[in-house]
């Protein structure tokens, strides 16, 4: 049986599983989900992740996992994607758990909410604008002293920010006063083997 | 010079590190910031954590890391408080994943609300409430099959996922409908070099 990537097109987090799959070389099925009509959640992901969101994963002997970041970790750790030394791999982790605290609760709802006309009010859009400029800010700023990617080489902290980071201006964002997020940016759709998001 | 670790008493994110630290014998020097007034956050953190959160810790050879999650995998891989096996590994992820997007955001920040007086209204209150119920109930479902910890032991996932859940009724959840919570909640509790979070 090849993995099953529990998937949704147009998430972010799952985009950062397929991007990883398709780097790796790995075979999996899609089976897609709405992130807008999730009634079917409890009874198709129940069983196989607590937090009842995509992406989720089924491996090949059956046993599933969740979380887009522990997915990465799972099939990132002992290739080129994740590093060796024990503070950069550390690093890596802050940059992940940074982006699902700190980032994708602003970029990725407010590209949610403009996607589908979701937004409670102007003044809740502006308030995850405001909060996901802040997050542009800090990653801008992890981006400096000349570094090419967020640690030591092109590794899967690049893959769970640049996700949403690529698409921000579709909630809004304007990433011109951002000279080196567009430059990395660049930088890894560059990679050998990328694919985009729509792929 | 010992681990320095940025800090304060009552966050949850900052008794992780502290219990750990406890329970493998760290030495580190405390230095509280608050976190109702935070605005000196930027001159303190700027250089050291793109999150700008507590907890976190500069290390003996003067560099950073942020982000609880990264910090509790920097100190415990490698000790009983991660597990050895791949895919248990990539559990303990999920579940820290899990506590950070699912289950912080509302039980530490209905917490946090209520022990200073910042709700904006009651309806925002009941909605942070609402969906911390969501998150307890996904805990109790991952302490069923008779299993004691979250995964395979007593790892940095249960530190992870006791820090806020443990003091949730300061948020003004009531733990009554929740046996396993509770019996897992006295099993960390009671394991040697245990350490209270006012301690």
Same mark, same amino acid.
Request: glycine share 8%.
């Given at each position: 049986?090849?993995?099953?990537?529990?998937?949704?097109?147009?998430?972010?987090?799952?985009?950062?599983?397929?991007?990883?799959?398709?780097?790796?070389?790995?075979?999996?099925?899609?089976?897609?989900?709405?992130?807008?009509?999730?009634?079917?959640?409890?009874?198709? %992901?129940?069983? +196989?992740?607590? !937090? &009842?969101?995509?992406?989720?994963?089924? #491996?090949? =002997? *059956?046993?599933?996992?969740g979380?887009?970041?522990?997915?990465?970790?799972?099939?990132?750790?002992?290739?080129?994607?994740?590093?060796?030394?024990?503070?950069?791999?550390?690093k890596?982790?802050?940059?992940?758990?940074?982006?699902?605290?700190?980032?994708?609760?602003?970029?990725?709802?407010?590209?949610?909410?403009?996607?589908?006309?979701?937004a409670?009010?102007?003044?809740?859009?502006?308030?995850?604008?405001?909060?996901?400029?802040?997050? %542009?800010?800090? +990653?801008?700023? !992890? &981006?400096?002293?000349?570094?090419?990617? #967020?640690? =030591? *080489?092109?590794?899967?902290?690049?893959?769970?920010?640049?996700?949403?980071?690529?698409?921000?201006?579709?909630g809004?964002?304007?990433?011109?006063?951002?000279?080196?997020?567009?430059?990395?940016?660049?930088?890894?759709?560059?990679?050998?083997?990328?694919?985009?998001?729509?792929?």
């Amino acid at each position: 049986l090849p993995v099953v990537l529990y998937d949704n097109a147009v998430s972010g987090n799952c985009y950062k599983v397929r991007l990883l799959f398709a780097l790796l070389g790995i075979e999996y099925e899609r089976r897609p989900l709405s992130v807008v009509e999730k009634s079917n959640r409890e009874e198709v %992901l129940g069983e +196989l992740n607590p !937090g &009842l969101r995509v992406p989720t994963v089924v #491996l090949e =002997d *059956g046993r599933p996992l969740g979380e887009s970041g522990a997915i990465l970790w799972y099939f990132a750790d002992g290739s080129e994607r994740v590093p060796v030394d024990r503070y950069d791999r550390a690093k890596v982790l802050q940059w992940m758990f940074f982006e699902q605290y700190s980032h994708e609760p602003y970029i990725a709802v407010a590209r949610n909410w403009l996607m589908h006309d979701l937004a409670p009010s102007q003044e809740a859009l502006a308030e995850k604008q405001r909060l996901g400029y802040v997050a %542009l800010d800090a +990653l801008e700023r !992890g &981006l400096g002293d000349g570094r090419d990617f #967020l640690v =030591d *080489g092109y590794s899967i902290a690049d893959i769970a920010l640049y996700a949403y980071t690529h698409v921000a201006e579709q909630g809004g964002f304007d990433l011109a006063g951002y000279p080196r997020i567009r430059a990395w940016v660049e930088r890894v759709a560059a990679h050998p083997g990328h694919i985009p998001i729509d792929a």
